[in-house]
């Protein structure tokens, strides 16, 4: 069976030598082939869940008390296997901004060599959730259909940094859930090894998507900066609404209506969320993409 430890994070190398190159000298020395680094072969073990019970959406609700063991534990696969499907989604959207971010640039740059080996590892990642969403036993579970028109119109339109920080943002959101999930003996093994894969390679992501955000806002003026504060933020809040999508209910077996107004009322979910982003808002804040229009929308989604 694949292991789910937790390898050394991105291999560091001295700072002169630029983002970029370090980046790519890290997926040299550390890079995983899901097809045979995840136990596709074992079945599905019912016995474990498919996320921390914590970051269930209904943890800590009236509902969830009254659920059994084997409930909660059909409840957070179903979960797991949205939040995948939904990273599937934005993930593609990724993949098109950065080609397009490097289109007809110099292709002997470290920039544009890292963006190529970026794309490579989320088309992996990709493939990964998918296959884990099967063994999971869910439903292809899609964001509502005028989301992913939005999403087509955003990958479209959107250029520089808000390109790069709206990744920025899906990646941090999606990394601090799986950090707890890869490290949690209750999750079943194989989404375990998954999380571990995702969380050591977007880190890498990550780094390249902030240090893109900051070179791309160098000397951009207000009206630049409260445009792309604006579209990253309502950006974030359609990704970060659509992770746990409301069939996730039916698939369990839930009394679905019972179960999408007690998870949009717990307060516990919202505080996970909102402690979970610090990182992200300080970061946000730091390049002066915070404006209030902005705000509204993290706190309507339970950033901040």
């Not at 933020?233 to 069939?247: C, D, E, L, P």
């Not at 505080?271 to 992200?280: N, T, V």
């Amino acid at each position: 069976m694949a292991s789910s430890t937790v390898r050394p994070d991105s291999h560091e190398l001295p700072d002169e030598r630029g983002v970029s190159r370090r980046l790519l000298e890290s997926a040299a020395v550390l890079a995983y082939d899901p097809a045979t680094e995840v136990d596709w072969e074992t079945p599905l073990d019912k016995d474990f869940h498919g996320a921390s019970p914590e970051w269930s959406t209904l943890y800590g609700t009236a509902y969830w008390a009254e659920l059994t063991e084997a409930q909660r534990r059909e409840l957070t696969r179903q979960e797991a296997a949205s939040v995948a499907s939904t990273g599937i989604w934005f993930e593609m959207i990724l993949q098109q901004m950065v080609l397009r971010d490097m289109y007809a640039k110099d292709p002997t740059s470290a920039d544009f060599q890292w963006a190529l080996t970026e794309v490579a590892e989320e088309c992996r990642h990709s493939i990964m959730f998918a296959r884990g969403a099967e063994k999971l036993g869910a439903p292809a579970y899609r964001p509502h259909r005028l989301v992913i028109e939005l999403g087509r119109v955003f990958k479209t339109l959107a250029f520089g940094e808000a390109a790069y920080a709206a990744i920025l943002v899906a990646e941090e959101v999606l990394d601090v859930m799986q950090r707890d999930w890869m490290r949690d003996e209750r999750v079943v093994p194989f989404v375990r090894t998954i999380n571990n894969i995702h969380v050591v390679e977007e880190s890498r992501h990550m780094k390249f998507a902030r240090d893109q955000t900051r070179k791309r806002l160098a000397g951009a003026g207000r009206i630049r900066r409260h445009i792309n504060a604006f579209l990253v933020a309502t950006a974030s809040y359609f990704i970060v609404t659509s992770m746990v999508r409301r069939q996730v209910y039916e698939s369990a077996g839930l009394d679905v209506r019972r179960a999408v107004a007690e998870a949009g009322a717990n307060e516990h979910h919202k505080s996970m969320m909102r402690a979970s982003c610090s990182g992200l808002m300080e970061f946000l804040a730091s390049a002066r993409l915070l404006t209030k229009p902005a705000l509204a929308f993290y706190k309507r989604a339970n950033l901040i």
